[in-house]
């Protein structure tokens, strides 16, 4: 069983459109992310979810909403799509309560915008 | 906001040659986290280090946490091809919750 599974995989799409992303784990942890890689390989956080509750908001365009519908979910809707929104998104999750575990990252949706 | 860099940015070896990177945070850590992430893969956790001045060894890796919790490096002895990849320290704050913020990588490739 895949640990945290993303879906889709790939994402071609053009700009204006609206599209989501869907993360699931199963791994009991209580703290999901979600973090934009780009072409120069640059991790940032987005997003972080702790038992349902936004934790972690980084200076991230409105555009982008994510919502957690408990907490093994976490997905990410983002409206009005642009061409610098071309990059890799990777959702992780770790055990805040173990408060030192290391991140477990999906396998990275690969979003283009023509 | 706090900046975690690493260098090098890019390093080719041959296989059997030894390899380190280093990571630098603008802020003190309460721990550091390495991954590796293979080309067209996602972060793999390596290991935590939480202690000021603690090492760590996995095989052929080495891991140190700097005194003043605000530095680390990896070091690889004897490079294999498996090797290959990027490695990315992530620093965690001193803030009530979790954020991993990533170094800028060091991505490796060895030689046969």
Known sequence: ?114 | GQQVMQIPQYQHVQEGEDFTTYCNSSTTLSNIQWYKQRPGGHPVFLIQLVKSGEVKKQKRLTFQFGEAKKNSSLHITATQTTDVGTYFCAGCPYTGFQKLVFGTGTRLLVSP
């Open chain 1, 1 to 114: 069983d895949t640990a945290v599974s993303q879906t889709p995989k790939y994402l071609v799409t053009q700009m204006g459109n609206d599209k989501s992303i869907k993360c699931e784990q199963n791994l009991g942890h209580d703290t999901m992310y979600w973090y934009k890689q780009d072409s120069k390989k640059f991790l940032k956080i987005m997003f972080s979810y702790n038992n349902k509750e936004l934790i972690i908001n980084e200076t991230v365009p409105n555009r982008f909403s994510p919502k957690s519908p408990d907490k093994a979910h976490l997905n990410l809707h983002i409206n009005s799509l642009e061409l610098g929104d071309s990059a890799v998104y990777f959702c992780a999750s770790s055990s805040f309560l173990q408060g030192r575990g290391g991140y477990t990252f999906g396998s990275g949706t690969r979003l283009t915008v023509v």
